[in-house]
T-cell receptor, first 108, second 113 residues
Framework: QKEVEQNSGPLSVPEGAIASLNCTYS??????FFWYRQYSGKSPELIMF????GDKEDGRFTAQLNKASQYVSLLIRDSQPSDSATYLC????????FGTGTRLTIIP | NAGVTQTPKFQVLKTGQSMTLQCAQD?????MYWYRQDPGMGLRLIYY???????DKGEVPNGYNVSRLNKREFSLRLESAAPSQTSVYFC????????????FGSGTRLTVV
């Protein structure tokens, strides 16, 4: 089992709707997680960091962490075409271990 | 703000040739990393350097060597390139704390023919 698993998608969401991206992890001792966004042909850029159970909000983005169920999610409210990208979940320790990413397409 | 600078941006090698990918950061970060990204495989760690003077293998180190030249620079060397090393290579750095994310370079697209 991979350390970090994501549905590769593609996930298509209408403009203005909520996009929900999910990530599960295998190491119950994992403490903190990152979400990155990667546009085609570009390098990943940091969106969110979360280490506490519950929700963390930053603008239109909300990260959710449930350590008991070993999943992390990212919600994008009021989705815009510019949100179309691949979203990478990463588990943080001495290094970051990435999932394979979920490709998100926002349909105008 | 330069951040993390990688050179070159594109490279085509013949099988068996060698080359060095250069990476430099100007953020005084302690830790530096080399990843490769292949379609459907995500980002896979090749080597990393948690601090100046140390290097460690990641998930896919075979066929690569690294040098942490100083705190700023971390190079990746392919001694004898193989077609399986065709990939996009990213260098990244972080301050070293668990809550600190990576800053990525712009990537090197390498093709081995």
């Amino acid at each position: 089992q991979k350390e970090v698993e994501q549905n590769s998608g593609p996930l298509s969401v209408p403009e203005g709707a909520i996009a929900s991206l999910n990530c599960t992890y295998s190491d119950r001792g994992s403490q903190s997680f990152f979400w990155y966004r990667q546009y085609s042909g570009k390098s990943p850029e940091l969106i969110m960091f979360i280490y506490s159970n519950g929700d963390k909000e930053d603008g239109r983005f909300t990260a959710q962490l449930n350590k008991a169920s070993q999943y992390v999610s990212l919600l994008i409210r009021d989705s815009q075409p510019s949100d179309s990208a691949t979203y990478l979940c990463a588990l943080s320790n001495e290094k970051l271990t990435f999932g394979t990413g979920t490709r998100l397409t926002i349909i105008p | 703000n330069a951040g993390v600078t990688q050179t070159p941006k594109f490279q085509v090698l013949k099988t068996g040739q060698s080359m060095t990918l250069q990476c430099a950061q100007d953020m005084n970060h302690n830790s530096m990393y080399w990843y490769r990204q292949d379609p459907g495989m995500g980002l896979r760690l090749i080597y990393y350097s948690a601090s100046e003077g140390t290097t460690d293998k990641g998930e896919v180190p075979n066929g690569y060597n690294v040098s942490r030249l100083n705190k700023r620079e971390f190079s990746l060397r392919l001694e004898s390139a193989a077609p399986s090393q065709t990939s996009v290579y990213f260098c990244a750095s972080r301050r070293g704390y668990s809550e600190s994310g990576y800053t990525f370079g712009s990537g090197t697209r390498l093709t081995v023919v």
